[in-house]
């Protein structure tokens, strides 16, 4: 007999982790958008409206290295091509939504929202309000960074000493541990990682993650003392 599934957590205690990284990054990219050159708005309206977190922080440079309109446009299109492989993978958990709850999902959906519900869809949790919460409450969190971020611009020298940096891969860290379900998972976390450390030390650095998360997931998938979950 199946197990009966344990009801939801809220949508915001889903999301907590995402926020508390996104606050410190947003701050981040919010302290160097206004040291670019955008003002408070400019610098809001991106968190809004481009709302890509590794785009963002690669605009604010460029615009801040004088590069035309067209690069940044083209820059931020090709880092976020990744979005498309993100939204194949989840489509076949989201038949059914109307076209506006489609649209409201994908453009809210990033790394770190994508990473939490992949294993929400696994686990049969579909519900769609708190799946459309979940990525309210992660977008509100990087505006309000990125807003603080530019208010606090002018006092505030550099952002590295803050070691803000060290906020997405802890966020990452702790979105990981929810994931490992089962050998399967922690053999693709514990290769993945160990080979991505090898490959950083080498000429091949720039593809140390993709390659050691493909080989990873490979290798974990066709090892015959483990069995994935169906």
């Known amino acids: 007999m199946r197990e009966a599934l344990r009801p939801e957590p809220s949508a915001f205690s889903q999301a907590l982790p995402i926020v508390l990284g996104y606050l410190p990054v947003g701050f981040a990219y919010g302290v160097l958008a206004v040291k670019a050159g955008l003002g408070l708005a400019y610098t809001t309206l991106m ?4 709302y890509a977190g590794s785009a963002q922080l690669i605009a604010v440079n460029m615009f801040g290295a004088g590069a035309p309109a067209v690069s940044i446009v083209v820059m931020t299109f090709v880092v976020n091509l990744r979005h498309v492989l993100f939204s194949a993978a989840l489509s076949p958990y989201l038949k059914g939504w109307s076209r506006a709850r489609l649209a409201a999902f994908t453009f809210e959906l990033t790394d770190e929202s994508f990473a939490l519900h992949a294993t929400r869809f696994h686990n049969r949790q579909r519900d769609p309000a708190k799946t459309l919460g979940i990525n309210a409450f992660a977008q509100a969190s990087w505006v309000t960074g990125s807003v603080a971020g530019a208010l606090a611009g002018g006092y505030v020298p550099d952002v590295k000493p803050l ?3 060290f906020a997405l891969p ?7 541990v929810g994931q490992l379900t089962s050998k399967a998972h922690v053999l693709a976390a514990a290769l993945g990682a160990a080979l991505t450390l090898v490959l950083s030390r080498t000429p091949v650095a720039s593809y140390a993650v993709l390659a050691g998360a493909v080989v990873a ?7 015959p003392w483990i069995k994935t979950p169906s």
Do not use: E, K
């Open 47 to 50: 968190s809004v409206l481009v």
């Open 170 to 176: 802890a966020m990452f860290a702790v979105l990981l």
């Open 163 to 165: 070691g803000l940096d």
């Open 217 to 223: 997931a490979a290798v974990a998938s066709r090892t």
